[in-house]
């Protein structure tokens, strides 16, 4: 077993991170969070700007400037004294995290590793047994804690590109949520209705030689498929992916969506800070970012601040560039809980990011989840080692009480790693996280 998932884990083929980079924009939004007691209406006069948008229930506002050299307008507001912050919105996509396609020899070496057909229950569900006695959850030792926690009176929310409300292994554990971008917040909107045909195809699941799911840097496509599906949403499934390795993990817990990213990766940097604020009208225990970006957003950083105050755990992905860098953020926030990605040998994964920004590592090699239709697949990267470490942090609230983040105990109970990966020595966080030690 260790050897095939050495084999796939160098291969470097990262499923769908998704990172935020700053799209080119025509440079006239801004995001300004206004001074207790000032006017966005006196701003507007001021700078010639008009509202388009508000944080809901704050001071933070998205204003427009038309036909203004930005630069300016961006230096008047930050000085104007009723300005608490100001900063450029832009439009922002997420790209996955390698270039490389996915061959069809590792297609098939993949599917021969797995059963994709046999089924068990779970929690009351009719699942895929590959997917609950998957090799994450025996090295992480969580399910040696079922009979401790199983997440139960939790909630965990994710920012993402929504759900599949209708897969039976979720369906039962689904909040509603909220979408931010006016749909239904779930992943299978604006699906032409060959895509929606191909989605709603017979088959217990994608694990098998006929079909095997991936999400690559271009479109999510059924492979060993004639059907020629070359025109899935560039994003469409990570969602979904999310939810299922949180809920394998921390099975009681409820689920809720918060949709900022459409299925082509593309939203704006307020739409973000908007989602994060409204998570904490949700009464939620966790929040899980599988995001990044190089971008230092003060509004951000501020907003991550508000949801920490009220004792929420916030987890978010290294990224997988296969670099050190410091500057990744969420993960680098105080307090944010940075994941990385290892196989299941421990060792670093060939894609992962690793440094200051991480605080803890989780296998992101290989995991099975829930995608789209029902059905299952594998997926690689930080994007998915995140809700491992997310539905973590949800079997310790369980126990320990809503309204404390319990990230600390994850990350001081993780097992020490470094003597198995020489030369990065002290850039893997506390280690891989051990739930056995957690709930001790």
């Known amino acids: 077993m260790k050897s095939h998932v050495r084999l796939l884990a160098v291969a470097g083929f990262i499923l769908s991170l998704l990172t935020l980079s700053r799209a080119n924009s025509e440079g006239q939004q801004y995001i300004v969070a206004l001074k207790n007691g000032e006017s ?18 704050t001071s933070i506002y998205l204003v427009e400037s038309i036909g203004e050299d930005d630069d300016k307008v961006l230096k008047d507001l930050k000085k104007d004294k009723a300005v608490e912050t100001a900063e450029n919105n ?50 992480t030792r969580v399910n040696e804690v079922r009979s401790v926690s199983t997440g139960a009176a939790t909630r965990v929310a994710f920012i ?3 759900v599949d409300f209708d897969h039976p292994a979720l369906r039962p554990w689904l909040e509603p949520g909220v979408d931010l971008l006016g749909e239904n917040g779930s992943e299978l909107d604006g699906l032409s209705q060959q895509m929606a045909t191909l989605i709603d195809q017979q088959g217990t699941s994608l694990l098998d030689h006929r079909f095997l799911f991936v999400l690559n840097q271009s479109m999510a496509s059924l492979l060993d498929n004639d059907s020629g ?14 939810a299922g390795v949180i809920h394998v993990v921390a099975p009681d817990a409820r689920i ?3 949709k900022a990213f459409d ?18 009208e949700l009464n939620i225990d966790v929040l899980n970012m599988s995001f990044s970006t190089e971008e230092d957003s003060e509004t951000l950083r501020k907003a991550i601040f508000a949801l920490q105050s009220d004792g929420v755990s ?39 990011n690793y440094g200051k920004a991480v605080s803890v590592s989780a296998p992101g090699a290989f995991l099975v989840s829930t995608v789209p239709g029902g059905k299952y697949a594998a997926a690689w990267g930080t994007s998915f080692s995140a809700p491992m470490v997310a539905g973590a942090n949800a ?6 009480g809503h309204g404390r983040s319990v990230s600390p105990i994850i990350i001081n109970t993780a097992d020490f790693i470094d003597s198995l990966n020489p030369g990065f020595e002290k850039k893997l966080g506390t280690g891989r996280i051990n739930l056995k030690q957690a709930l001790k």
């Open 256 to 258: 809720v969506p918060i």
């Open 395 to 400: 079997l310790l609230a369980s126990v320990r």
């Open 160 to 162: 993402d590109t929504g």
């Open 40 to 57: 966005v209406a006196a701003l507007n006069k001021a700078h010639g700007t008009k509202t388009v948008g508000q944080v809901h229930d």
């Open 90 to 139: 832009g439009r922002v996509k997420l790209r996955s995290g390698n270039e490389a396609p996915l061959s069809p020899i590792l297609v098939q070496q993949m599917a021969a590793l797995l059963d994709g057909q046999t089924r068990t229950t779970f929690f009351g569900t009719n699942v895929l047994k590959a997917y609950v006695e998957q090799p994450a959850l025996y090295v």
């Open 263 to 280: 299925a082509n990766g593309d939203t704006t940097m307020f739409t973000i800070i908007s989602a994060i604020y409204r998570t904490r």
């Open 314 to 352: 916030v987890v978010a992905s290294a990224g997988n560039d296969a670099s050190g860098s410091m500057n990744l953020f969420p993960a680098s926030y105080p307090g944010v809980t940075g994941v990385a990605a290892t196989d299941f040998d421990d060792r670093l994964a060939s894609f992962s």
């Open 229 to 242: 599906a070359d025109a899935f949403p560039t994003e469409f499934g990570h969602g979904t992916l999310v």
